[in-house]
Nanobody
Framework: QVQLVESGGGLVHTGGSLRLSCAAS????????MGWFRQAPGKEREFVGY?????YYADSVKGRFTISRDSAKDTVYLQMNSLKPEDTAVYYC???????????????????WGQGTQVTVSS
């Protein structure tokens, strides 16, 4: 089992920055990739990006968001810059096991999820 604990959400003005953290514990050696997703009210969960041996981002955040990791702390980060009101959502981190089936851009391909943290960008 893998447990994920998020932190770092909050309120920021348009153009501002925020960094989210996701600390993993448990059987972290089984984790192949870590993904970030977001979900706004009334909308479906949306892929943001993931990190494995490299990083990949959705077009909507490319060039503004950066995913990184600190392996010694079993923690991944989502650095969000140049934030826009449309970035407002609940952000989730997720862990994907080595032999999980499906593309890492798909929520259903992830095995463990954090509790979510609210990010609000005001105009």
């Amino acid at each position: 089992q893998v447990q994920l604990v998020e932190s770092g959400g909050g309120l920021v003005h348009t153009g501002g920055s925020l960094r989210l953290s996701c600390a993993a514990s448990g059987r972290t050696f089984s984790v192949y990739a870590m993904g970030w997703f977001r979900q706004a009210p009334g909308k479906e969960r949306e892929f943001v990006g993931y990190i494995s041996s490299s990083t990949y981002y959705a077009d909507s955040v490319k060039g503004r968001f950066t995913i990184s990791r600190d392996s010694a702390k079993d923690t991944v980060y989502l650095q969000m810059n140049s934030l826009k009101p449309e970035d407002t959502a609940v952000y989730y981190c997720a862990a994907r096991q080595r032999f999980s089936v499906g593309m890492p851009t798909t929520p259903g391909s992830y095995d463990y999820w954090g509790q979510g943290t609210q990010v609000t960008v005001s105009s």
